[in-house]
């Protein structure tokens, strides 16, 4: 037996029509509640991010309750046997009494840390997304420049955190950050006073990075992400290519209820990932690194994946110093630090932030763009961008190049040249390759388009010839390929009189006139040619014989 419902139940009514008289929120949520968003597997990647935010969060402030951030000299006195007696601080004790002590201690510890790594590596995995299909273009470059943001202070964040259990190889990496600090030129004394309080460790750097990491830090972060949301929600999400697509419509589900109920499974899942890893996966046990001392230096200790480019850039870095006026009295520049310190970090984060305007100064395009480019289509953005990622993975694998060294049997110095080496030479070599890989593509987007797709069934021709019969491709992939867009290029031809339009006299524009013309253009046209018409008519017309595969 059922039942028509006629009216809405009061439980609802009532209290939604008292909000609704008091807030007007009826209209505001009726629109934003059916929101479409588009469809695509890439677009959750920044939901990694965003939900190992929250588990940060949640996980952060359940160790708040037990952890000390404090370099107080005590004895531990704990339940594990081995360092009983032994001195520690304050930090590291209570760190101990998480671990072993408090109930679900090791799991929060440890889905903390986990969920840290998966923040940065979903962070990365977007903005690279968001990159290579160009969905940084206008009206979006103020959220990619707050994405540029988030990236640099979740390092930053990562980096407090990390030291806080003040063990032996929080410490190690602590005495690198000391290094680049102090080496700063006018500037670096002052810094490392006021951060260690004195001189190294001094008595302060630990509630320093504590107030840093649980309060500044993580309240810019949430002021910044939530910036980032509403900014999509207000200008829309971009979205791939595809049948009835277009810049002036989104095509996809309601917010309510169909990407509310991916959504809310996807965190679920992001949620068991972690605490599947906390609890199989062991991470950071400072129990057996032992507490932080200034005289020790732990072997093979290797930094968070995140910070391994730093490392593998002092490293690799010559023993480079400037003594200023010819003396060490009147100062020393030591650039093998201050190089991989600031440059590195300085080209990437830079190159990151200037990237959406370098590009319509060059290509003066600025449309509106609502539709993601699919990477192989704007083969130059594609290869500049796999050259930084190799630039990156470089110094990110010469961060381990004393493991590569000891396990591959390799002398180290020459694992240090290779680095050297490569760091020039592999970013050049992974652009040709990549611009040609894309061009390859393209050629294969407009096979598909000319010639159909492969069927599966061979015919042999009257003459003997054996070809494959092509299909005309399925719309939804048809109309995939033709979302293709040619790069805009400056107009730079010269007038009747011989000269250039404006913006593209002088040196910088001509600079900027060719720059234009190697990145636009359409590098490869997709065909509409029939070059296969006679041979599909003798295919019709004549005797043939099939085959399947």
Not at 381 to 403: C, H, K, P, Q
């Amino acid at each position: 037996m059922t039942t028509e419902l006629k009216t809405v139940p009061k439980a609802i009514s009532g209290p939604s029509t008292f909000l609704d008289d008091r807030l007007g929120g009826a209209n505001f949520l009726k629109r934003n509640l059916r929101k479409i968003f588009p469809d695509h597997w890439s677009f959750l990647l920044g939901e990694i991010a965003l939900y190992s935010f929250i588990i940060l969060l949640l996980t952060g402030t359940f160790l708040t309750f037990w952890f000390k951030p404090s370099m107080e000299h005590v004895i531990y006195d704990g339940v594990y046997e081995p360092l009983k007696g032994v001195g520690m601080s304050a930090a590291y004790a209570s760190t101990m009494e998480i671990s072993f002590e408090v109930r679900g201690g090791l799991l929060m510890r440890q889905m903390h840390h986990w969920a840290a790594l998966l923040f940065v590596a979903g962070m990365t995995v977007h903005m690279l997304r968001v990159f290579f299909t160009g969905a940084y273009r206008k009206p979006r470059e103020l959220n990619w420049i707050i994405g540029v943001l988030l990236l640099t202070l979740a390092l930053l964040e990562g980096l407090t955190g990390y030291s806080l259990p003040d063990d032996l190889l929080s410490g190690a990496g602590l005495r690198i950050t000391e290094g680049v600090a102090i080496s700063l030129p006018l500037v670096g004394t002052f810094i490392t006073f006021f951060l260690f309080g004195g001189e190294y460790p001094g008595e302060d750097v630990i509630p320093r990075f504590y107030s840093l990491h649980i309060l500044l830090i993580p309240g810019i972060l949430l002021a910044l992400i939530s910036a980032h949301m509403v900014l999509m929600w207000v200008q829309k999400h971009t979205q791939m290519p595809g049948k009835s697509r277009t810049n002036q419509n989104v095509v996809g589900a309601p917010f309510y209820p169909a990407f509310m109920a991916k959504a809310g499974a996807y965190f679920l899942f992001t949620l068991g990932v972690i605490a599947g890893l906390a609890t199989f996966a062991q991470i950071n046990p400072i129990w057996l690194f032992g507490p932080y001392t200034p005289a020790d230096v732990s072997a093979g200790s290797q930094p968070d994946w995140y910070m391994g480019f730093l490392e593998g850039a002092l490293r690799i870095m010559p023993p480079w110093e400037i003594n200023l006026f010819g003396t060490t009295h009147a100062g020393t520049l030591p650039l093998s630090v201050i190089i991989p310190a600031l440059v590195p970090m300085g080209i990437i984060m830079t190159g990151l932030a200037l990237y959406p305007f370098l590009e319509r100064w060059v290509t003066g395009d600025n449309r509106e763009h609502h539709v993601a480019d699919r990477p192989r289509n704007n083969p130059h953005r594609t290869s500049i961008g796999i050259s930084a990622v190799t630039f990156y993975g470089v110094l990110w694998l010469l961060g381990a190049n004393d493991e590569i060294s000891a396990n591959f049997h390799v002398s180290l110095n020459w694992t240090t040249y290779a680095g050297r080496f490569l760091i020039v030479v592999a970013p050049a070599l992974a652009y040709l390759i990549t611009y040609r890989i894309c061009l390859g593509l393209q050629r294969q987007d407009s096979a598909v388009v000319s010639h159909g797709v492969e069927s599966g069934v061979i015919k042999r021709l009257p003459h003997g010839e054996f070809i494959e019969v092509h299909t005309p491709p399925a719309d939804d992939l048809e109309a995939h390929v033709r979302g293709k867009e040619p790069v805009l290029m400056l107009p730079v031809a010269e007038d009747t009189a011989g000269i250039p339009p404006k913006g593209m006299r002088g040196p910088l524009g001509k600079l900027r006139a060719r720059m234009s013309k190697a990145y636009g253009g359409e590098k490869i046209p997709l065909d509409e040619g029939h070059e296969h018409e006679e041979e599909h008519a003798a295919i019709s017309g004549g005797d043939d014989h099939t085959l399947t595969r």
